[in-house]
């Protein structure tokens, strides 16, 4: 070989080293590596934390480092506001998110369905439901405004916490002030049973629980056990009225980016985290209990009579909440769905 050809060769050899740099790499599978960047409300420490950082973790494994998935979590991204989130996944100015469906609810109502007190009577009743003909249609409505929704994550059932006694029947509501988001689901189930429904921001809780301008509050275990609620709480009751559930989504924009290979590294990575959160949550909610009762909270569970008597009443309220939930035809379709389990 003479100099001159050499020389090319050597010369040709760096310009592709420089190019392939420029072009930001390539992963073990010899294609550019493409970045998800994945918004959550929560910690990295949460529950949706945790099943944000798995589904990063099996997408690694999935596309073979073709597709890197960046958890950023606190809301920071979207500066703590949900609803904007879900504005701007719609939009393409956030990659991805995982969003509660009650936040979903404020465009469109068919995701409330999953809230209405008593339907479930388990956390894998409602993981049939989100993996069934219902949980489907929700993911599809998602791509009508933008948004490829990958999979329905569930959510441990809510528990009610006060200072004042343990919750048994409907009767041991009655005069108690309880926090509740700004959802007629919600507001008008606690005024049924008795309750003094009273919406706050999250934020002016634990300060409303100390101050006693409230009595108590609901959610999954995992709030009272994050936010230091045995400090200003007795008594957490388990009576696992509501429920709701997260959505994992794409923007449409990012979505249509992506080759079919990443595409379906994503899809598949979304639907082992929704097994993996199930099971996570039941495990963290165990050990949840169980370090709020040596804080010294009390726990109990209802008596068979008081959540017959509950049920009852959150049944004899499904008619009122039709227009909530997206229309007649959308909650005869979930309740028929759910009673045939």
Same mark, same amino acid.
């Given at each position: 070989?003479?100099?001159?050809?050499?020389?090319?060769?050597?010369?040709?050899?760096?310009?592709?080293?420089?190019?392939?740099?420029?072009?930001?790499?390539?992963?073990?599978?010899?294609?550019?590596?493409?970045?998800?960047?994945?918004?959550?409300?929560?910690?990295?420490?949460?529950?949706?934390?945790?099943?944000?950082?798995?589904?990063?973790?099996?997408?690694?494994?999935?596309?073979?480092?073709?597709?890197?998935?960046?958890?950023?979590?606190?809301?920071?991204?979207?500066?703590?506001?949900?609803?904007?989130?879900?504005?701007?996944?719609?939009?393409? &100015?956030?990659?991805?998110?995982?969003?509660?469906?009650? #936040?979903? $609810?404020?465009? /469109? @109502? =068919?995701?409330?369905?999953?809230?209405?007190?008593?339907?479930?009577?388990?956390?894998?009743?409602?993981?049939?439901?989100?993996?069934?003909?219902?949980?489907?249609?929700?993911?599809?409505?998602?791509?009508?405004?933008?948004?490829?929704?990958?999979?329905?994550?569930?959510?441990?059932?809510?528990?009610?916490?006060?200072?004042?006694?343990?919750?048994?029947?409907?009767?041991?509501?009655?005069?108690?002030?309880?926090?509740?988001?700004?959802?007629?689901?919600?507001?008008?189930?606690?005024?049924?049973?008795?309750?003094?429904?009273?919406?706050?921001?999250?934020?002016?809780?634990?300060?409303?629980?100390?101050?006693?301008?409230?009595?108590?509050?609901?959610?999954?275990?995992?709030?009272?056990?994050?936010?230091?609620?045995?400090?200003?709480?007795?008594?957490? &009751?388990?009576?696992?009225?509501?429920?709701?559930?997260? #959505?994992? $989504?794409?923007? /449409? @924009? =990012?979505?249509?980016?992506?080759?079919?290979?990443?595409?379906?590294?994503?899809?598949?990575?979304?639907?082992?985290?929704?097994?993996?959160?199930?099971?996570?949550?039941?495990?963290?909610?165990?050990?949840?209990?169980?370090?709020?009762?040596?804080?010294?909270?009390?726990?109990?569970?209802?008596?068979?009579?008081?959540?017959?008597?509950?049920?009852?009443?959150?049944?004899?309220?499904?008619?009122?909440?039709?227009?909530?939930?997206?229309?007649?035809?959308?909650?005869?379709?979930?309740?028929?769905?759910?009673?045939?389990?």
């Amino acid at each position: 070989m003479s100099k001159r050809v050499a020389w090319c060769a050597a010369l040709a050899s760096a310009a592709a080293v420089a190019l392939s740099a420029c072009s930001g790499g390539a992963s073990a599978s010899g294609t550019n590596t493409v970045e998800v960047k994945l918004s959550i409300p929560d910690p990295i420490g949460s529950s949706v934390g945790m099943a944000a950082q798995h589904f990063a973790d099996v997408v690694k494994s999935k596309s073979n480092g073709a597709v890197k998935v960046t958890v950023i979590p606190n809301g920071t991204s979207f500066g703590g506001d949900q609803n904007a989130a879900v504005t701007r996944v719609q939009s393409g &100015s956030l990659d991805a998110v995982i969003l509660s469906t009650s #936040v979903y $609810a404020a465009t /469109d @109502k =068919k995701m409330n369905a999953v809230s209405l007190p008593y339907l479930f009577s388990s956390v894998d009743q409602e993981v049939k439901y989100l993996d069934g003909a219902p949980g489907k249609e929700l993911l599809a409505d998602l791509g009508q405004n933008g948004t490829k929704g990958l999979a329905m994550l569930s959510r441990t059932s809510r528990e009610v916490t006060n200072s004042v006694r343990p919750i048994q029947t409907p009767e041991d509501l009655k005069g108690l002030k309880i926090r509740v988001p700004g959802n007629p689901l919600w507001t008008k189930f606690f005024s049924a049973v008795g309750a003094s429904p009273t919406p706050l921001a999250f934020s002016e809780v634990y300060t409303a629980l100390q101050t006693g301008a409230i009595n108590g509050q609901e959610n999954p275990v995992e709030v009272p056990a994050t936010n230091k609620f045995s400090e200003v709480q007795k008594y957490m &009751s388990m009576t696992n009225h509501m429920s709701d559930a997260f #959505v994992l $989504a794409l923007s /449409d @924009k =990012k979505w249509k980016s992506l080759d079919s290979g990443a595409q379906q590294a994503l899809q598949s990575a979304a639907e082992d985290t929704a097994s993996f959160k199930t099971k996570n949550d039941a495990d963290l909610a165990d050990k949840q209990v169980k370090d709020l009762q040596s804080q010294g909270v009390k726990v109990n569970d209802l008596s068979a009579d008081g959540l017959t008597q509950f049920k009852k009443v959150a049944r004899s309220l499904y008619p009122d909440f039709a227009d909530t939930v997206g229309g007649a035809d959308f909650l005869k379709k979930t309740v028929d769905f759910v009673d045939g389990q």
